[in-house]
């Protein structure tokens, strides 16, 4: 990150379809919570983009693919990002830049292009949170892995997601681009349906990550997903409104962003935090 620009995170998964962009916007949703500043949300999924239809919108107006044009031309201004991005209902400071319709352009965008997204996204935004799901064969992934200040990774208590995709892509791919296993967090997902299974202490042995958090998702939240409500269960269901909230407390700490509310700071849970910070749980 370079002197004044916005602090970058980004979350990717392990493996596909296991929750990455559910967990990563409701960071999103937390950090424009917790805070006063603009957090711009990019959904760099060049394949598989299903946030538009989890807020309700069917054909969003503006997606990443519309603007090629102004990526490849290296033209894109602040003003025409701001332009694009979706002010999410309810939250004026949570900006939402949709990904892909077009699957099959997502081959020809390169580095160059997101990288230049990326240079104006961090003189807009206050905070960026970017989704790149869980493909590592297109320059989304990539890009935003090696620029990002804080990387989540995103896996589930199966033994298939954190062990096999997990030694797969951040045990043996993202090494190669410089990113070792150690400069990842770790937030594991949990499903209603499915009890047990292993510990976080043992996922992230195993990964060789540090520990985040959990990300609990329960039936009113697939509810929420399937009539394009996912916002409203953030705001207002009960699991909804704790969801993500404690890593977005530890990331507004970790950049010293601007404008995080000081009551924050009087919260036992957040007190709580700091504590397990100084333990096992800091990085």
């Known amino acids: 990150m370079s002197n004044g620009a916005a602090p970058v995170v980004a979350f990717v998964g392990t493996t596909p379809n296991i929750g990455t962009t559910t967990a990563a916007f409701a960071a999103a949703y937390r950090l424009a919570e917790l805070s006063s500043t603009e957090v711009g949300y990019l959904c760099l999924n060049l394949k598989s983009a299903k946030l538009h239809r989890f807020l309700g919108i069917d054909e969003p107006e503006v997606t990443l693919d519309r603007l090629q044009p102004e990526l490849r031309s290296a033209s894109l201004t602040s003003s025409m990002l701001r332009s694009a991005d979706y002010e999410v209902r309810g939250r004026s400071n949570l900006h939402v830049l949709f990904g892909n319709m077009n699957r099959e352009g997502a081959e020809f965008v390169g580095t160059e292009e997101i990288d230049h997204l990326l240079d104006v996204a961090e003189k807009t935004y206050g905070v960026i949170v970017l989704d790149v799901g869980a493909y590592w064969d297109n320059a989304a992934t990539i890009c935003s892995i090696r620029r990002a200040d804080s990387r989540v990774l995103v896996t589930t208590p199966a033994l298939s997601h954190f062990q096999e995709d997990g030694r797969r892509w951040i045990g043996n791919v993202s090494p190669i681009f410089q990113i070792q296993p150690n400069q990842y967090d770790c937030i594991i997902a949990h499903y209603p349906w499915r009890k ?86 800091s990085s």
């Open 196 to 281: 047990g299974g292993y510990r976080m202490n043992d996922i992230c042995k195993e990964l060789g990550t540090a520990p985040m958090g959990e990300f609990r998702m329960d039936d009113s939240m697939f509810a929420s997903l399937d009539k394009g409500g996912y916002d409203n269960w953030l705001r207002e269901d009960p699991t909804g409104r704790s969801a993500m909230r404690k890593p977005a407390a530890k990331l507004l700490e970790r950049h010293n962003v601007r404008g995080a509310f000081p009551s924050m700071v009087r919260q036992p849970w957040y007190r709580r935090l700091n504590v397990h910070r100084n333990g096992v749980g």
